[in-house]
């Protein structure tokens, strides 16, 4: 027998009487896209639940910069309800479901992939050839008061943190991924071109694991004191960026880089990448921008560059991440912004981070949590 949340008002089929899944309501608030810049808090039908689900109260969900894409410039599919970065406690469960049951706080972790791929197999799940590409399907996130996974897909949080501090999480392990991909080690430095959420944590991840030397290129003061703050040790302006000679495609600027990252999906940043790089040095590029960029291939050939992309995270990117949380090591406090914001101001804070007003990570409590 399936467990699925029915239409009457606070019962679940098919699991046993327990006081929290009789808790479950049959609707639930959501913060519903409509179009370009346009929310609307909705009551919306709780998710139904497969043998293998769990329906997940959301505490937490961070807005990433993607949901700014998405919402204030209209890259998503409407009638849908984003955010991915979410936490919060296990509420009902499926009928075989034997990993987890309601009171269980947790991390919604990365969506299964189809195990069976060249990629899959190769522990590169983020290449899985069955994937979607956000935007262009529907999408049904945690800016709602409840979110369906199945159990493979979640984490524990770890006794000790904070639900706020495990909503760090997800952009984290997006972070890792992005130093992994690079192949930074020990006594490189670094540059990182945007210092929003994900750039503002690569930074502290990159100090947390040992590398001395770690630059940001950001344009809003905001959160250029914010990168400083979480651990860099070098900022910039686009406009102070180090000279180089565009006439000589071997050239170097006049303080290098072993590794650039880009997590701004500014074209202009994009472009300016490869000429802050040493010899052989690594151009990763983590932020999405609609914007194409253009290079010089013969920069690229005469100084036998790298260029590579970040997608999402490693196979193991959510314990990770978890695991690094866990330490302490982080400057969780400067990079989470104070409280949280209801469905209902979502908007506005999308506006406040779009336009630089906020720096840090910004989380959405569908449940009125603080």
């Given at each position: ?100 049951a309601p009171g ?35 999408f049904q996130g ?55 959420p994900i750039g ?171």
């Open positions: 027998m399936s467990a699925t949340v029915t239409g009457r008002s606070g019962s679940v089929a098919g699991v046993a009487d327990s006081p929290a899944e009789a808790a479950v309501p049959a609707t639930m608030p959501a913060a519903m896209y409509r179009s370009a810049g346009q929310l609307e808090v909705i009551e919306h039908p709780v998710p139904e639940l497969g043998p293998t689900d769990v329906l997940i109260e959301v505490d937490y969900c961070g807005v990433c910069g993607s949901d700014l894409h998405m919402i204030l410039e209209g890259w998503g599919t409407p009638d849908t309800i984003e955010g991915h970065e979410y936490v919060g406690t296990i509420a009902a469960v499926g009928a075989d479901v034997d990993r987890w269980d706080r947790v991390v919604g972790g990365a969506g299964q992939r189809c195990g069976r791929c060249e990629h899959c197999l190769d522990h590169r799940p983020s290449l899985c050839l069955e994937r979607g590409t956000p935007g262009l399907e529907p945690a800016f709602a008061r409840y979110k369906r996974n199945d159990q493979a897909e979640v984490l524990a949080i770890p006794d000790g943190m904070s639900e706020r501090v495990a909503a760090l999480a997800e952009p984290l392990a997006v972070a890792l991924h992005a130093a992994t991909r690079s192949g930074i080690r020990h006594g490189q430095c670094a540059l990182v071109f945007g210092a929003g503002a944590l690569l930074i502290a991840a990159l100090r947390a694991k040992g590398i001395e030397r770690v630059g940001v290129v950001e344009p809003n003061a905001v959160r250029r004191d914010l990168a400083v703050a979480v651990g860099a040790t070098d900022a910039f302006t686009p406009e102070e960026l180090p000279a180089f000679d565009q006439a000589d495609p071997g050239g170097l600027s006049a303080d290098p880089w072993d590794v650039v990252f880009e997590c701004s999906g500014n074209r202009r940043a994009m472009e300016a990448g490869p000429s802050q790089l040493k010899r052989a040095g690594t151009l990763v590029f983590v932020g999405a921008g609609i914007e194409r960029p253009k290079f010089d291939p013969n920069r690229i050939l005469m100084n036998e560059l790298t260029i590579t992309g970040s997608f999402v995270y490693d196979e193991g990117g959510f314990a990770d991440a978890l695991e690094l949380l866990a330490t302490g090591a982080l400057p969780t406090d400067r990079l989470l912004e104070p409280g949280a914001v209801p469905l209902s101001g979502m908007l506005d804070a999308m506006h406040g981070l779009a336009e630089g007003r906020i720096g840090g990570k910004v989380l959405v409590s569908p449940t009125g949590k603080d």
